[in-house]
């Protein structure tokens, strides 16, 4: 099936301390979304961004959707504890009939 | 909660053992996803039920089967289970039926694990 690669595939950072992580392919999506899996529970959307050039905020989240529309970021600020878990992107390809296709995670620890 | 419902939590089995994995989706959501997650795979689309019908399939092997009954719950049937079934599997459902936009809401996983 259709890739997404998503980097870095893991992150250990001390508290406070800003974050990067990203996805890229080689085809163009409609959508791309960006969700946050917890321990023993499943993932939860964070942020959804329909158009190319989008840059939406949540909370200390923020993402943008690539012009080229080929790739998105995720950024977090200020990282506290609770920041921990798996972040996954997720894109809707051109002419998949909007299946969603996940990145494989990039994992979260944060040092107190 | 996401209001998803999924049971059960967790499936200890044999291989060659068949099983039954429930979802009832949020109130009014029309539309059940269901996603295979593994290790070394990700989250791997299985199959999605809109109202009744299935609409879009994914990975899902022919072993596997699914369907959305009028209550708008959906079961996944694992059969002829082989240790490389054992995984999280997660029911998601959508607001948005025919134009879905990604937005899931996925419960909290039924895990399978086949000895």
């Known amino acids: 099936g259709q890739q997404l690669n998503q980097s870095p595939q893991s992150m250990f950072i001390q508290e406070g301390e800003d974050v990067s992580m990203n996805c890229t392919s080689s085809?163009?999506?409609?959508?791309w979304l960006w969700y946050k899996q917890e321990p023993g529970e499943g993932p939860v959307l964070l942020i959804a961004?329909?158009?190319?050039?989008e840059l939406t905020s949540n909370g200390r989240l923020t993402a943008q959707f690539g012009i080229t529309r080929k790739d998105s970021f995720l950024n977090i600020s200020a990282s506290i504890p609770s920041d921990v878990g798996i972040y996954f992107c997720a894109g809707q390809l051109v002419g998949s009939n909007y299946k969603l296709t996940f990145g494989k995670g990039t994992l979260l620890t944060v040092n107190p | 909660d996401s209001g998803v419902t999924q049971t059960p939590k967790h499936l200890i089995t044999a291989t060659g053992q068949r099983v039954t994995l429930r979802c009832s989706p949020r109130s009014g959501d029309l539309s059940v996803y269901w996603y295979q997650q593994s290790l070394d795979q990700g989250l791997q689309f299985l199959i999605q039920y809109y109202n009744g019908e299935e609409r879009a399939k994914g990975n899902i092997l022919e072993r596997f089967s699914a369907q959305q009954f009028p209550d708008l719950h959906s079961e996944l049937n694992l059969s002829s289970l082989e240790l490389g079934d054992s995984a999280l599997y997660f029911c998601a459902s959508s607001p948005r039926g025919l134009r879905d936009t990604g937005e899931l809401f996925f419960g909290e996983g039924s895990r399978l694990t086949v000895l």
């Open positions: 961004l329909y158009k190319a050039g």
């Open positions: 085809s163009i999506f409609n959508t």
